[in-house]
């Protein structure tokens, strides 16, 4: 039997079943909590670190990611505090150095409020927020790629480098990963910080009204909720 708790999201009172992330219940509400690395119905991970909140323990206000932070009843939770909203601009900052060649890190960088990238481009073709991985092992039960090598080494890869005779071949892995999606021509390119037209309508929109959907390419191309 379903059992539900009442908590609080950003002054909201909202009853979501016990066990369910904070992330997914904001998400249900209509609550959009900046994410990379979620997928709904596969484990978290909270490697992109994004969807932190700030929530109340014994008084004081703790910065958790929400993807693995479960409701519990009576807990109260802010998602853009001034804090939130600095240690959330840095992070999609770092992010977008790292890959700038992703339209759904750049779209998620916009929701985040950032205009101008501060750190020097790595232009990497991965962020390791393991979608692939999860999703090769825990909808396809394949295990056909995994994590491998520590550092500035980690990178996903197939056992020994080569594809195996069990993965199934199915694209799954190539569909949700957030680097598949062509970037705009516009921002975020070695030292040009112009925002295109479309990128300036979404940054005012997130700016408008910092709890909404912009309907940016992670919702629309991996389904992260209710906005599709
Ligand atoms: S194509 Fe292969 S590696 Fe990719 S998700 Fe499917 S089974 Fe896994
Ligand atoms: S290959 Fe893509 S989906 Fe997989 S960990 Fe890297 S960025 Fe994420
Ligand atoms: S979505 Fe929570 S850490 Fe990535």
Request: some cysteine; proline content about 4%.
């Amino acid at each position: 039997m379903l059992r539900y708790v009442t908590i609080k999201i950003d002054g909201a009172f909202i009853r979501a079943p016990r066990g369910t992330s904070v992330l997914d219940t904001a998400i249900e509400y209509g609550i959009c909590i900046p994410h990379l690395c979620h997928v709904s119905g596969l484990t978290e991970i909270g490697a992109c670190r994004l969807c932190i909140v700030e929530h109340e323990v014994a008084g004081r206000a703790r910065v958790t990611t929400s993807c693995t932070l479960s409701v519990q009843e009576g807990m109260v939770v802010w998602t853009n505090t001034d804090k939130i909203k600095r240690l959330r601009r840095n992070i999609a900052e770092l992010l977008v150095a790292q890959a700038p060649n992703s339209r759904a890190i750049q779209d998620v960088a916009l929701r985040c409020g950032v205009r101008e990238v501060r750190y020097p481009f790595r232009n990497q073709d991965c962020v390791l927020c393991g979608r692939c991985v999860r999703a090769c092992a825990e909808i396809w039960q394949a295990r056909a790629i995994g994590f491998v090598g520590r550092g500035k080494e980690r990178r996903v890869d197939y056992p020994f480098g080569r594809r195996p005779d069990f993965c199934k071949q199915c694209n799954y892995c190539v569909q949700l990963c957030p680097m598949t999606i062509t970037p705009c021509e516009g921002p975020m390119k070695n030292g040009e910080e112009r925002l295109c037209g479309n990128c300036e309508s979404q940054l005012m929109a997130a700016e408008e009204n910092p709890d909404g959907c912009i309907w940016c390419q992670l919702g629309e191309g991996f389904q992260c909720g209710r906005y599709v």
